[in-house]
């Protein structure tokens, strides 16, 4: 595990997931939309330099993190307030990687709506559960009660929930996954969720 220290100029920056993607040996980095949180990047630029090849993203591109969902072949961008076409087009070029597209300009990230878990299961916001990009994935549809739980982190088959959301636990329980529970009250008031909060590889 590495830990960054806290940057006292961008209060956003423990959202680190926003400001890399990382596929096999290559890491790219990207180019935040809101200016107030341009910088976040430069130090995770610099920790994964020394592990992974490293491109940084271009003008016109914006793309964050949250947007990216990495499937075992593919991936799936959300073109959403944060991430553009183009953001999507260098990050695949350089991770040398396909990947779906599912727009929707008024959503802020699509994570906080769609989460790969593992074994072709997503869980989903009933929003987006008919949407044709993710027609093929078994479907855990989150209570519209707990759709904060739509931002699920999964590692191996150890699946974080966060607390306070127990249709969801039990409908990824039943799946077979092993299942955990993580308070995130303070992260949920600041649109924060647990994928936010890492960079895996």
């Known amino acids: 595990m590495i830990i960054l220290p806290k940057d006292e100029a961008h209060p956003d920056s423990c959202f680190v997931e926003d400001t890399a993607v990382v596929r096999g040996g290559r890491a790219f980095i990207t180019r935040l939309a809101k200016e107030s949180r341009r910088g976040e990047e430069e130090d995770v630029l610099e920790t994964l330099k020394q592990y992974k090849s490293v491109k940084t993203a271009t003008q016109p591109a914006t793309i964050e993190g949250g947007d990216v969902i990495h499937l075992r072949d593919r991936l799936i961008s ?3 307030k944060r ?11 350089w991770l040398d990687v396909e990947s779906d597209i599912l727009e929707d300009k008024s959503i802020i990230h699509l994570k906080s709506h769609v989460t790969y878990i593992g074994r072709e299961v997503i869980l989903v916001t009933e929003s987006f559960s008919d949407h044709e990009v993710l027609q093929d994935f078994v479907k855990v549809v989150v209570p519209f009660e707990e759709r904060y739980a739509a931002n699920a ?14 249709q969801t636990q039990e409908m990824v329980s039943e799946l077979g996954f092993d299942v955990k529970s993580l308070r995130m009250s303070e ?15």
């Open 153 to 166: 982190l999964a590692i191996g088959e150890t699946v974080l929930i966060s607390e306070g959301h127990p």
């Open 78 to 80: 959300g073109i959403t």
């Open 187 to 201: 992260f949920e008031k600041c649109e924060g969720a647990l994928t936010c909060l890492s960079v895996l590889f």
């Open 83 to 93: 991430t553009n076409r183009d953001g999507v087009s260098q990050m695949t070029a």
